[in-house]
């Protein structure tokens, strides 16, 4: 479904250059729901906009469904952090969600059908006629979602969207999320910079190295399908998972693509103590 293959991305100014993605190669399933984490600067948002084809790489490819992603395509929608500046002040609601389908050339019934069940699944039917500037941060960033998923997207890309919302509302989002992913059968890959939230929400968590970054860890997050604020986060496999990816972040904030192979050499450490328990 999706292949980001020897990605590697340096901006060039006038006076220097950064190197963001030294050599990234991971793949992602149909119907997979991914997180990416690594520490603050690491290059989260540079992989995510290469992966939408919002920027071309400096070297390496993303493929979907086989094809390069040259420019946007058009099964993919993305959400990111800044709903406030995602959404136009001047159009209610169902307007900011209707907005993206208009180039799909639909006709007014089917995208009234697309709008009234993406604002049902987030729970905004109720709020179709306000304006953004009248909802809450969370509400705004649902309708960010309810866009999205108006859009029919097979592939969901999400950039820190639960960053700026209270921390209830952030564990409301993250269920969720969970559950379009399960209902609408969408591929999603989430990035975050919340070791929690990394490893509550996917199926896997990708952790980056910092810059210039590659991929440290492919970690398989073993809870169970079935998945609640309250007993997931309270069981000892999430406690272990979380200390483990905590442990990795830390290590990483120390080690770039340079020293890669060193801190790879841990990756198995976690099933080991897993099979000694
Ligand atoms: N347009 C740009 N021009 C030059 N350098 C850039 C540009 N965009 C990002 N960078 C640099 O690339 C590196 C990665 O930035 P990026 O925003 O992708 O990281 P991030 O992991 O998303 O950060 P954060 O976790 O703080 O949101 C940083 O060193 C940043 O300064």
Redesign the pocket.
């Known amino acids: 479904m999706l292949d980001v293959r020897n990605l590697q991305?340096i901006?060039t100014?006038r006076n220097r250059s950064?190197e963001?993605l030294r050599n990234l190669t991971f793949h992602i399933g149909a119907g997979e729901l991914v997180c990416l984490v690594?520490?603050?600067?690491?290059?989260?948002?540079?992989?995510?906009?290469c992966m939408a084809g919002l920027i071309d790489p400096t070297d390496g490819e993303v493929r979907l469904d086989g094809r390069p992603v040259d420019g946007p395509p058009p099964g993919m929608a993305v959400v990111f952090q800044e709903y406030g500046r995602s959404l136009f002040a001047w159009m209610n609601v169902r307007d900011n969600v209707a907005l993206p389908l208009r180039r799909k050339k639909l006709g007014k019934a089917r995208e009234k059908e697309l709008v009234d069940h993406a604002l049902e699944v987030v729970g905004l039917a109720d709020a179709h006629q306000a304006y953004p500037w009248q909802l809450s941060g969370g509400m705004q960033q649902r309708v960010a979602i309810a866009r999205a998923v108006a859009f029919e997207p097979k592939v969901l890309l999400m950039?820190?969207p639960f960053a700026a919302v209270d921390a209830q509302t952030r564990a409301e989002l993250e269920d969720l999320i969970r559950r379009l992913w399960r209902e609408l059968g969408v591929t999603v890959l989430f990035?975050t910079?919340d070791i929690d939230e990394a490893v509550y929400l996917g199926q896997r968590t990708i952790i980056?190295s910092t810059?210039p970054?590659v991929v440290l860890e492919d970690l398989t997050i073993d809870l169970p399908d079935e998945r609640d604020q309250l007993h997931t986060r309270s069981s000892t496999r999430f406690a272990e998972l979380r200390a483990h990816v905590y442990e990795q972040i830390q290590r990483a904030k120390h080690h770039n693509g340079d020293t890669h192979a060193a801190v790879a050499d841990r990756s198995d450490e976690l099933a080991l103590h897993k099979s000694e328990s």
């Open positions: 991305k901006y100014g950064v963001a690594g520490p603050s600067g690491c290059g989260k948002t540079t992989l995510l906009k950039d820190e990035v910079h980056l810059s970054t």
